[in-house]
């Protein structure tokens, strides 16, 4: 049986903040503004994992209005939903997600996030994409005010 299920986030660009994206931080002049460590791109993936078991959204596990959650690592978070979707029987079909952003630039990265993912999904790198796209200046990502991430995964029940 597959499931399949589809994030989308977005965080805004502040001074003296990390720019964490997959886990790995990417450096740049600015970070990412959140209640946790604002990681755009493994919200999204949480996300879309929980869509696709129909758990809701990661507002729903782990609020933002939660001291426990300030600055929290979003790896923790990801592999606390990766957790919800093994019980229920789940395995990972693939993954493909894209980070829009005008900067910084994150094909030097993409490997290392790719490489991050597949671990916190206890999967195999070849069944995780991640692309980068600007959106051309256009928007609040073309002004750099912020950066958007999006994502659909595609889980295969373990039948056996
Ligand atoms: N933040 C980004 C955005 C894009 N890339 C890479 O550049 C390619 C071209 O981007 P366009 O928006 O002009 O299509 C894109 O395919 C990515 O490989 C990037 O590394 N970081
Ligand atoms: C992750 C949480 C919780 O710390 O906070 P943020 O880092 O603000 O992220 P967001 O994607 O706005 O929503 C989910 C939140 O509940």
Request: net charge negative.
């Amino acid at each position: 049986m597959f499931r399949i299920g589809q994030g989308f986030d977005v965080h805004q660009f502040a001074e003296n903040r990390p720019c964490i994206i997959g886990g790995i931080e990417i450096p740049y002049e600015k970070g990412l503004l959140g209640h946790s460590d604002a990681d755009v791109l493994l919200h999204t993936i949480a996300d879309a994992c929980l869509g696709a078991i129909g758990e809701g959204d990661i507002g729903k596990h782990f609020p933002d209005t939660d001291p426990e959650y300030k600055d929290a690592d979003s790896q923790k978070l990801l592999q606390h939903v990766w957790n919800l979707v093994s019980e229920k029987g789940y395995l990972l079909g693939n993954l493909d997600c894209t980070v829009i952003a005008q900067k910084p630039k994150m094909a030097p990265y993409i490997e290392e996030i790719r490489t991050n993912i597949a671990r916190l999904l206890q999967a195999e790198p070849e069944q995780i994409n991640v692309k980068a796209t600007t959106t051309e200046n256009l928007g609040f990502t073309g002004r750099e005010e912020g950066m958007a991430a999006q994502a659909v995964v595609l889980l295969i029940r373990n039948e056996s």
